[in-house]
């Protein structure tokens, strides 16, 4: 029994190890660089990077050369089989107000080894909370909007479903 004990928080060691000293810079740059080819670029941000986490302060995101947000603070915290991507206070370009809510008070993405096809979404702002899902096998993102001002205003990109309007779209 003792040995079994003894195995098993080898094991944990080695894995809080493996995540402390995992070359998140790096992890963060390749990211970025297939960013890159899909035309986004993340520019002048200051990267920190603590124990579990990367840090990615006052980021401008550009699509295709062109300034589509402004984002206070990125953060990803990461432990093997759970990673979230946390976007806080993300100021929209006006010329796209008319396609997404505004202001954006934080976007959270998570994955799960529990569901390894889905990545969950949820927004926060000054609407009601909005949760979605984007399905790496399929390709599709859905997102489920409650919120009565949001649905008026972006009525024609919405779908009617059983559960209320929704956002759907294949990448």
Known sequence: M??????I???IVILLSLAIFSPKREIYHLLEEKLMQNG?????EEIDDGLLSLTIYHPKIY??????ADVEKIKLWTIFFYSRLAIGHIKIDSSLEKFVPSPITKVQFSYSLVNPTNLS??????FENIKGQLSLKNRKVHIDIADKKLVNKFK?????GENGW???TSL
């Not at 003792?2 to 195995?7: A, E, H, I, P």
């Not at 699509?63 to 589509?68: D, E, F, K, S």
């Open 63 to 68: 699509l295709r050369g062109a300034l589509i």
């Open 2 to 7: 003792q040995m079994v004990r003894k195995g």
């Open 9 to 11: 928080v080898v094991f």
């Open 121 to 126: 979404i949820l927004a926060t702002g000054d």
């Open 40 to 44: 986004i670029i993340i520019d002048d």
């Open 156 to 160: 024609s990109q919405l779908i009617k």
């Open 166 to 168: 929704y956002y759907e």
